[in-house]
């Protein structure tokens, strides 16, 4: 591992650090030459921020000993600046500096990519969706990208791999501390074969906004994003809306006006989501 690219992984362990943050010390400092002193009075916008202890360098020696046992873990970082990062989240806005990814890196270059997301409270239809729609898609080589959540996540990641497919989980926080608890065995599975990321660094807990900040890389990775089953003001319409806002394809599943998991997909629809009634109409939009 080069210098520039240690001191970067380092950097995200630095307590509060935000994507503005390095992005501006990037700039005044691009080989990341950092002084404890400097960074503590010019990294943090905010006077609570600065307030934050630190010891002595980034370098320490506790920081350097985490990062060594990510390798001894299975646990790969890819800056964004590394040739494996994925092309196509360089495009989004604030792509995650650092990916801390276990498993199948390949994945992360391969295309096309289909961001499968919905409600965590998955009724038998969203289920019988994914059944029938999943075979067609993975026989197609498209790889299943979801958050590793309850409910049609887990059902997209679990199909995937049922069909002999690939899939990928973008989790909120750290490696080494799943959400939600009752998905570790599928986690633990997936490190196998598949591949699980995050943008933080493993040991942290996930915090209630990781879990919006991470849709962005869900559909940023990814060639569409399919919503399968969604309340109004659901997340997945968070992950819908990045998709919109990077030009990307976005897929709706049609339900019934008197489902509530069925108001947000057909919301979706009204305002210009491709409606699907099966895999070809998401096939046919990856040219596939």
Known sequence: ???????????????????????NYLKKDSSLQ??????????????????????????TDMVMEQIRQYEK???????????????????IYQPPWVLFAKGNL????????????????????GRSAIQLMFPKLVQNGVIIVSGLASGIDTLAHEYAMKNNGNTIAVIAGGLYHIYPKENNELAREMVKTQLVVSEY???TKPLRWHF????????????????????????????????VNEGREVFSLPGSIFNPCSMGTNDLIQQGAKLVMSSDDILEELRL
């Open 106 to 125: 390949s994945l992360l270059r391969r295309q096309p990519k289909l961001a499968v997301v919905g409600s965590r409270n998955a009724t038998q239809y």
């Open 212 to 243: 919006p900040a991470r849709n962005r890389i869900i559909s940023g990775m990814s060639n569409g994003t399919f919503i399968i089953e969604a309340k109004r003001k659901s997340g997945s319409l968070i992950t819908a809306n990045y998709a």
């Open 34 to 59: 950092m002084k404890p002193q400097y960074i503590q009075q010019n990294l943090f916008s905010s006077k609570s921020d600065s307030t934050i202890p630190f010891k002595t360098s980034l370098q």
């Open 1 to 23: 591992m080069d210098d520039f690219k240690e001191k970067l992984i380092a950097l995200m362990h630095y307590p509060g650090i935000s994507w503005n943050a390095v992005f």
């Open 201 to 203: 660094p493993p040991d």
């Open 73 to 91: 873990d299975g646990i790969k970082a890819i800056t964004l600046f590394d040739e494996n990062y994925p092309s196509l989240l360089k495009e």
